[in-house]
Each structure stands twice: as structure tokens, then as C-alpha cells.
């Protein structure tokens, strides 16, 4: 069992979906199959926006949204709140960008008002794009998006707001419109329940007019041919991904039949709050705690634990080599030693609860500071969800 913060457990329908040989990439069913995927990415993120798919992770996919939309004389502001909205601004740095950092911590999402303050001194407009993460999987925080959102609008700021929710879209309920986000950043590796190679980019009026006054574009990424809807070939400026692309149709009718979106979201509320039931639970002096102390600030894709003196690395190792359950590394303050578990994309209270478990029986093997049982308080918070 798998339960890092991504890539996520592929189910077995979006697996067989794969399994296909090669067919004709210029008309026929692969071309329906991918336009149907564009008809249904906006629904995802909650946008009228037009999506944009790069064959790569992630990573591909910031570096399509900041160079087809940034001119290299003015700056980005990057809220840190966590290592990934960082290392964009690094990315952006790397292709000419100039990148200034709003200083945050591993523990809590970024402040509103400390962004509203930077731009409202901001008087010259140098600033022209905002770059944020929805959730860090480096820390477990969920940024407040909409408060983001009425910060910039209160300063009357004309930057680009870009949010990258590749770590928990699916998971964490966005809305891309509603919220005001220019452009959404994700990946198919993670909520999406698809695996690693397919980036996406949404991008709203905003963004799409700022192509035109661009000046770090990139040929492989850019939005001018991917826009011709007569060569469906350039959607992906060459050959498509044509197995991920039969996957990812897959998952999405997987997503549907779960009853939407939003059926989605509350599936995985409950497993989030599963998790930290049982973290509070086995929370003791030198023991597990959470990373993120505000329950309302946590991902409901991922939980990062502060493991207190518990040797993580002997934990994972355990866990993995005794009992087949891999968690995820930790990212951060060496100071603080941590875990991560993944609970996002294909997972249910069975798969949710065997990790809890299978973790819980490795802290009693090690002989771990715990309070008690977090399997016990885990089932019980899946039961009141059951019980409506």
C-alpha cells in the first residue's frame, strides 16, 4: 500500500484503460476521446477557463503558465507557505523572471493581510503575478484562496493571480471562477487518480490577454498553436500521450459515477478528518502531532506529522519493509523530524483504515510515546460520516 502525497494508488479500471495498442492519432476515436477530456477538465476546476495539457508533471505545467503570461521587466511574488509555491519561484527565476518572496512559516497558511500590505505599497504595479499554492505537501497547509483573492482586491491590484492546486485538486474543494484565480495549475498524478505525465493549466480571459504582451515564451509550452482548434494534433505540440489520455478519460467517468465533484470533496473530508482523528489520538509528549494545528487550515489531500522523538526513518522503514506500507518522506525543518501521509484520489475507509493500522501496530512495535488507539477514534469518525 501506497500512501505518499503522490503519485496515488491508479485504479485498476484507470490501469486497464491503458492497456491498448497504438491507433490512428489524426481522426477516429482518440480524438474524441480527447476532446472529451477538454469538454470536462473546466467542471474540475470550477471554471469557464479554457484547459491547456502538457505532457510532463507538474513542473511542466508552472512553467506553462508563467511563460505564456509574464514579461521579464516585472516581478513575481511568490507567498511562501511551504517548499512548492518556492521552488516555482525558483522555476521562474531560472527563465529571467525577477522573483520576490513573501515570507511565511511551515505551520501556517499565508496572511491575507500581510499580502494586502505588500501590495498596497506596491503603487507602480511592478508586481504582475501572484503565485500561491492551494495546498503544500511539504506542510499539509490549505491556503485560504478567497481571502487571498479579496486581499488583492482590497489593494486594487491588477497582478495575475495563479494558483497551483496540483497536489490537491479533486481532493480540497476549489473554484477556480468563483474565487477569482486567473490561472490553475494541477497534474494528473494526484486527485485526478491518473499516472504522472499529463500537466494542466486553466486559464481564464485575464490570462489568455496576457499572452499577447508575454516575452519569455516558450516554443514547446506555448499557447498560440495549442489553440488551433483545426490541428488537433497541436494540442499537444506533437504526438499525444495517447495512454494517459485513455486514463485520465477513465478516471474522470470514475469521478462522474461517484456522483460529481462535490461527492468527491466529501469523500475526502471524511478520510482527512480519519487521519487526524487518529494523529490526535496517538498524540503524546514526544509523540505524533500534526504539522498544521488549525484543523480548518489542513488539506483534506494530505496530512504532514511531526513524529516528536520518534526515529522517522526507522519508522518508514518499518512500515515498508515489515508490513508492505510505504509513507511519505519528509520534507521540511530537519529540526522538527516528520512524515506525510497521502490520502487522496482512489481511496476508501478499508484502504484509509489498514494504513492507520498498519502505522499503528509499527509505533507499538517501536515502542513509541502514544496516548492511544488512533485506528479506534479513525473508525469512529468514518462512523459518524456513515451515519449521515
Given amino acids: 500500500m501506497v500512501a505518499i502525497p503522490g503519485p496515488s494508488i491508479i485504479p485498476d479500471r484507470v490501469l486497464a ?10 481522426e477516429g476515436a482518440l480524438v474524441d476521446v480527447s476532446d472529451s477530456i477538454f469538454a470536462d477538465l473546466p467542471a474540475i476546476a470550477r471554471t469557464s477557463g479554457t484547459p491547456f495539457i502538457v505532457i510532463g508533471n507538474g513542473h511542466a505545467a508552472w512553467q506553462m503558465a508563467i511563460s505564456n503570461t509574464l514579461q521579464l521587466d516585472k516581478k513575481v511574488l511568490v507567498l511562501e507557505s511551504g517548499r512548492f509555491a518556492i521552488t516555482w519561484g525558483e522555476m521562474a527565476e531560472i527563465s529571467g523572471f525577477e522573483v520576490e518572496i513573501l515570507p511565511g512559516t511551515d505551520h501556517d497558511p499565508v496572511d491575507p493581510s500581510a499580502l494586502h500590505d505588500r501590495l498596497a505599497a506596491d503603487t507602480n504595479h511592478e508586481i504582475q503575478a501572484i503565485l500561491v499554492v492551494l495546498t503544500d505537501t511539504a506542510t499539509g497547509v490549505r491556503n485560504d484562496i478567497p481571502a487571498l483573492r479579496a486581499a488583492i482586491d482590497a489593494a486594487d491590484h491588477p497582478a495575475l493571480f495563479m494558483v497551483d492546486a496540483i497536489a490537491s485538486l479533486g481532493c480540497d474543494v476549489f473554484e477556480m471562477d468563483a474565487w477569482g484565480v486567473d490561472v490553475t495549475v494541477a497534474a494528473s498524478q494526484k486527485g485526478l487518480m491518473t499516472p504522472p505525465g499529463i500537466g494542466i493549466v486553466w486559464a481564464n480571459d485575464r490570462a489568455q490577454a496576457a499572452h499577447a504582451t508575454a516575452d519569455a515564451r516558450v516554443g514547446y509550452v506555448d499557447w498560440a498553436s495549442r489553440r488551433n482548434v483545426e490541428a488537433h494534433y497541436q494540442y499537444y505540440a506533437g504526438t499525444p500521450p495517447i495512454s494517459l489520455l485513455y486514463a485520465m478519460r477513465e478516471a474522470l ?26 494523529v490526535d489520538a496517538w498524540s503524546a509528549p514526544d509523540g505524533l502531532s500534526m504539522n498544521i494545528a488549525d484543523p480548518a487550515r489542513r488539506s483534506h489531500a494530505t496530512s504532514t506529522i511531526l513524529a516528536g522523538s520518534i526515529d522517522t ?5 518499518r512500515t515498508e519493509r515489515d508490513a508492505g506500507l510505504t509513507l511519505g518522506l519528509g520534507i521540511g525543518d530537519p529540526e522538527h523530524p516528520r512524515f506525510r501521509i497521502g490520502h487522496m484520489g482512489h481511496l476508501n475507509p478499508p484502504m484509509l483504515l489498514g494504513t492507520l493500522g498498519t502505522l499503528e501496530a509499527t509505533l507499538v ?3 513509541a510515546p502514544m496516548g492511544g488507539s488512533g485506528v479506534a477514534a479513525a473508525a469512529a469518525e468514518i462512523g459518524r460520516a456513515l451515519a449521515g
Fill in 17 to 26: 484503460a491503458m492497456q491498448r495498442p497504438m491507433p490512428n492519432i489524426y
Fill in 253 to 278: 467517468d470514475m469521478i462522474a459515477e461517484e456522483g460529481g465533484i462535490e461527492a468527491v470533496w466529501a469523500r475526502h473530508e471524511t478520510l482527512a478528518k480519519a487521519v487526524w482523528a487518529a
Fill in 313 to 317: 526513518d526507522e519508522l518508514r522503514l
Fill in 365 to 367: 512495535a517501536m515502542g
